[in-house]
């Protein structure tokens, strides 16, 4: 479908191997698409969403052969996109995230009077996407990024994933669709294939505002340096790299340690590993019951089956990752499951020194993407509290635990939560939850900006930035800030939101 | 009072010439701070106005001798700083900076069940706080920066400007003594003298999470390019640099144009024009009416008088910005005020061609920290509206109009929107009202980070981060999202704020 290195499909079928025409585009489109009402803005979203499932016999299959994940995964993933455009409209048509603030004239005030001050969020501008390879759907094409800076009335060009061209550009041609359809600027929306070098001259072209990316921590940083080397410095909101730790406390063993350890096991090799948030470092407790976890863990990883991954590069790396932890000394191997086929490898878990973890060797805290996982024993929740603090910011940090664990994880929490973006209990890090209270971001190199999350809807301030109107007369107000609140906002008046 | 190079006053009165010892100190104090209820953090900020209003009487004689400003300007400035950390309490106590979000369990969905997942913000940690020249007050030790960030639970590290050491060091030792009658930790607030190696030091510190700066593009840049080479970046707020475009619309010269120009030379002039929202440059309509306006401006910066710069460094900046303005062919010089002395220059007001914001060429539009502006004519707003789209982002944008203007203004404004932090109509720019609806903030170069305002309440934002409790037990959750609600704050949920 894609023979040339780099398309663009910016409102016609006509292919330019061109990321100026898709970044002018996307200046020219600003205007027009940012006046859109709440209403119209929300009608687009939903209209990409109608597209997509409207071409989901299409879509779905070209995912499933392109990235080898299972259909039952890639419907679901279709249902995720779909959901989130829709999230998303909801957000738009409510316009909270407009931030309004009014604070009204005082003309008698002394001894100077107070002028009127009226406060909006605007968008940013263009912003590039970067998709990423392990959700052809979800964090790519329509995913959480387009979906938010569309949202926040941001221009997208997204640089189609090359592990998944075809199932990119399937998806670029249905938001073509419902932008044609939605009578907007065909810039709204464009589409660029291509490799390492068109994503940094993406990201170094002076019209783009913004990045969202989801990928590795090379390739996150590589897009960090380059926006940092622009002339303008801009926001890049990259998700890159994270371990996930997780603490087992002592209490959580008192229970059915082989299905805990089952469970583990279930979360470690789900989707072949390839989550963002694969629990990749477990602590657990020294002594009898944690030695029983970790035989359990070693018998379910030993009977689980390799998938195929993504793509040979990722399968490469995972090689090369694995042979870096299997190769160090006081590392062995708790248990290993069967590889699938050249680029289906084994799952596998291993047992590390904490020691390890202390010295200035990322041999044990450097993301392995894929089903491999590292078990570092601990004595007491003293002992751990160090160990916790100088990993690495997280996506999330998980605790096992019971009631009787009540007072260690109370110790726990204050660290986990300055190292994560997400804390949970008693569950296990991989499944995000599309909603409004979560956030799948944190401290670098989880992100290359903590101040966000890109699931969920508060992703919708990424991209966008407060002005404030001072006496401006009220035939020239933006309709979000005029007295007569034409889209019904919920507005902050002298500093206290309306009721 | 401050022989040293560097001096630290945290908790004691003993001055250690240590960055590293502040900045651990900050990290020290983190955890309990952080902890602070609402109440006891409002009454910390509250306790801190006190301790700067009960010593006013030795800070504001300091002021004024080391910033030359006089006496009724800083003790304005006393009241601003005292106001902005009374506004930061309120802010603090109301609660919904916290960001509170509740997505509730829903065991039953199909076909996966919903955790419960809970958002709130947490402090970023240590900040840096470097002060600005031109507020010895407001915009420096205890301003706006160090209020707000000490409001979000950030303990703050201030870099003292070397302009006026002796004022830093009595504000800080105020902070200090609120600190210890709070009964915080005594890194909580640390204050630093020294030159620019402190500064990079200080930002080099792998303990900060953040900057606060207010003062030149080139500082700014230097900090923000530190910040860059860490090896984990940190958002860097710098508020650097900014020309101020003033467009005087025809209508606006329908009345007293004499008035007007007048005006307009009093906020050039306010101050010595030492304001990052001095009105540096302004377009006015040519023609007669233009015409007139142009001479009353003459007239009136003719009638001028210097002021004593706060500097000799920001003196000797002015004359040489001045001079190169002046040796530039095409432009002339309009009217020119008498100096008053070696350091109070003369105001200037200067006509430039048009051509001169078209060329690659920064002469007009490089700021030039002082009291000289420049006019630019235009025929009409068409022919207007590409030289503004040219401008670098500013902090502000002003126009000047009235009702029969309006069709040129709705033209005008969707581009200064995008230009700038603030639009304000018929003012002038110097001024900026601290309340919960101000900007001050815009596009680079104005500032490092568009996203946010250093005045203000909206600036506590800057200084958080999102974090998701999923699944905590109830008796672990943090207070703000406990569902007894004890801090009594309006939370979104399921997607909804609460009445």
Redesign the interface.
Known sequence: MSDQATSIIAGTDSEQPDVAAATAAAVAAF?AYR?TTPEERSAFLEAVAAEIEADKDAIIPEAVRESGLPEGRITGEVGRTTGQLRMFA??VR?G?HL?V???PALPDRAP?P??D???RM?P??PVAVFGASNFPLAFSTAGGDTASALAAGCPVVVKGHPAHPDTGTLVARAITRAVEKSGLPAGTFSFVLGGIETGQELVADPRIAAVGFTGSRGGGLAL?RAA?ERD??I?VYAEMSSINPVVVLPGALEGDVAALAQAYVGSLTLGSGQFCTNPGLLFLPSGERGDAFLLAAGEAVSGASGQQMLTPGIADAYASGTASLRGTDGIRVVGEGSAAGEHAPAPVVYEAPAELLAIDDSTVTDEVFGAAGVVVRYDDVASLLPRLEALE?QLTATVH?T?GD?ED??AL??VL??K????????WPT?V?V?????H?G???AT??????SVG??AIERF??????????A??L?AAVRDDNPWGL?R?L????E?
């Open positions: 205007a006046a909801g957000v409510q909270d931030g603030r009014i604070d100077l107070r002028a001050i009226r406060q605007v940013l501008g960090v940092a303008v410095p926001p910011g635990a009631d009540v994880a109370s929490l204050p939560e300055l994560a973006g997400r804390v949970l209990f008693n569950g499944g939850e909603g409004h209270a979560m956030v971001g401290p670098y190199p290359s900006d903590s101040r966000s999350t809807s508060l966008q930035r407060p002005v404030a109107y001072q006496d401006v007369p035939a020239l933006p919920r902050r002298d500093g206290t939101l009721a």
